[in-house]
């Protein structure tokens, strides 16, 4: 095992790799910006060093800097987290030619399953299913048009480089098609650095089903219990859960299966996760390989009492995987994670700023806080709005919503507006509570009032009523014997 671990990244994925470390008995190193200094990662960890900078590209984007601290610090192994240089194949191979360890897959894994029309290409070839679309990236709109008259329409234009709904463009009918097409390629080039797009028939309410695995060095390669993740904004997954209220045991070991085919063709070793579109009609489709952790892991940490944080150090260490497939195929229970965003939730998710003034966490059993803030803490306008999660786990999926809904109730964030009442208020409908959603749930369910939220009187109004059933969640229920 490694005796000392850089951490590239912040906030709470940095604090969470931290504890796993402290854990095992590994050193830890933090770097942070200017913006950072007084971020409480930095004290998380057992050596802290500045990097400079405010924003991500002159600060934790900035290889270089990032090696620099760990040549001082006499690192032998970076671990990237999530984000920022994550899945980048350059920083992957200059922390390897550097002499030391890069927790995930190879440069050449990432290289292979980064390019979305070559993870495509892989995935045909394997027989694991793809949703029709253009075999590459398609380079002319004349292309584009062609391509279109064969898939047909509604269908979506994809940026090849990246994902997180960047350069991705929903494009109804021929029209138009060529502004959408030049605006996804502008949109690609910017974000990724590469303006190649691909097209992909567009499914209709589908649900976005995700495969954790875990590839030893070795050749052992491990999937995990499906998470569904189909509750987004702007592409962006807000609530998880594991596992799926519509995935059966037989649909289970067939996507796995398909995500565990897929990364052994790719040579990939390491944590990663195979993200797959799931139609009405049961049948899936492969959509990307994400080359790291996930935000949302700790949902399938709960139910498969693993430490995904601790297989990836164990990986990289050159150690064979001892998990029992069988034994985690099965789900222990349930679990919902609720991400913590500063975002107004009634003005289109707009990103929040200001000083934390209070912070007062939920605990009690099967509730668990991942969180990168404290009071004091400054959230800025240079890094994510995630600032924490909240990861629920219990034995049924009811159970686990209610159990959710407590701990929200009970969770206290003043300074920032959050995405607490959007969660609260998902938990609460009833297409959630009866599994029926899909990825449009955001654009057909989530109607917050706009102007109403200026009268005072209405305002004191909805206050009362929710204080009212605040209180009655919690009043005693008296028995007689």
């Given at each position: 095992m490694f005796h000392k671990l850089l951490i590239a990244n912040r906030g709470e994925i940095a604090i969470r790799i931290a504890r796993t470390c402290r854990r095992l008995g590994i050193r830890t190193v933090a770097i942070y910006s200017n913006a950072d200094i007084y971020s409480p990662?930095?004290?998380?960890?057992?050596?802290?060093?500045?990097?400079?900078?405010?924003?991500?590209?002159?600060?934790?984007?900035v290889i270089e800097k990032i090696l620099d601290v760990a040549r001082r610090a006499g690192v032998d192994a970076i671990h990237p987290g999530y984000g920022f240089l994550s899945e980048n194949e350059q920083f992957a191979r200059a922390v390897a030619d550097a002499g030391i360890v890069f927790v995930g897959p190879s440069p050449d894994a990432i290289r292979l399953l980064g390019d979305?029309?070559?993870?495509?290409?892989?995935?045909?070839?394997?027989?694991?299913?793809?949703?029709?679309?253009?075999?590459?990236?398609v380079e002319t709109l004349d292309e584009a048009e062609h391509i279109a008259s064969r898939i047909g329409f509604p269908l979506l234009i994809k940026a090849a480089a990246g994902g997180g709904g960047k350069g991705m463009r929903h494009v109804e009918d021929a029209q138009s098609l060529p502004e959408l097409f030049e605006s996804a390629q502008r949109e690609a080039l910017s974000a990724f650095g590469d303006g190649r797009v691909f097209l992909e028939r567009y499914i209709a309410n589908p649900r976005h089903i995700e495969i954790q695995v875990l590839a030893d060095i070795h050749g052992t390669v491990i999937?995990?219990?499906?998470?569904?993740?189909?509750?987004?904004?702007?592409?962006?997954?807000?609530?998880?859960?594991?596992?799926?209220?519509?995935?059966?045991?037989?649909?289970?070991?067939?996507?796995?299966?398909?995500?565990?085919?897929?990364?052994?063709?790719?040579?990939?070793?390491?944590?990663?996760?195979?993200?797959f579109l799931l139609d009405s009609d049961g049948s899936f489709y492969f959509m990307e390989v994400n080359t790291r952790l996930q935000v949302e892991h700790p949902v399938t940490e709960m139910v498969a009492s693993v430490d995904f944080v601790e297989q990836q150090l164990r990986i990289a260490a050159g150690e064979q995987l001892t998990i029992d497939q069988d034994v985690v195929i099965v789900p222990g229970g349930h679990a919902i994670e609720c991400r913590i965003c500063?975002?107004?939730?009634?003005?289109?998710?707009?990103?929040?700023?200001?000083?934390?003034?209070?912070?007062?966490?939920?605990?009690?059993?099967?509730?668990?806080?991942d969180c990168g803030i404290e009071e004091g803490s400054t959230v800025s306008v240079y890094y994510d709005p995630m600032i924490a999660k909240l990861i629920i786990h219990a034995q049924s999926r009811i159970e686990c919503i209610e159990r959710a809904l407590a701990a929200l109730d009970r969770y206290v964030l003043v300074g920032v507006k959050t995405t607490i009442p959007f969660c609260q208020a998902v938990l609460q409908s009833e297409p959630f509570r009866n599994g029926n959603y899909s990825t449009r749930f955001v654009s057909e369910w989530w109607n917050p009032p706009g102007p109403m939220f200026n009268d005072p009187e209405l305002l004191a109004a909805i206050a009362a009523r929710a204080w009212q059933d605040y209180m009655q969640r919690r009043m005693p229920v008296w028995t007689t014997s």
């Open positions: 990662h930095v004290r998380a960890c057992d050596e802290a060093y500045s990097i400079g900078g405010t924003t991500p590209r002159e600060s934790y984007l979305k029309t070559a993870a495509r290409q892989l995935a045909n070839r394997q027989g694991v299913p793809i949703a029709p679309g253009s075999e590459g990236a999937y995990f219990p499906e998470r569904e993740c189909s509750i987004q904004r702007r592409h962006q997954k807000v609530i998880e859960e594991s596992p799926s209220p519509v995935v059966d045991r037989h649909l289970r070991r067939q996507i796995g299966e398909a995500a565990v085919k897929l990364v052994r063709a790719a040579g990939y070793t390491n944590a990663g996760t195979v993200e500063a975002e107004d939730v009634f003005n289109d998710f707009l990103p929040d700023t200001g000083t934390i003034k209070r912070l007062v966490l939920p605990q009690g059993e099967g509730i668990r806080n």
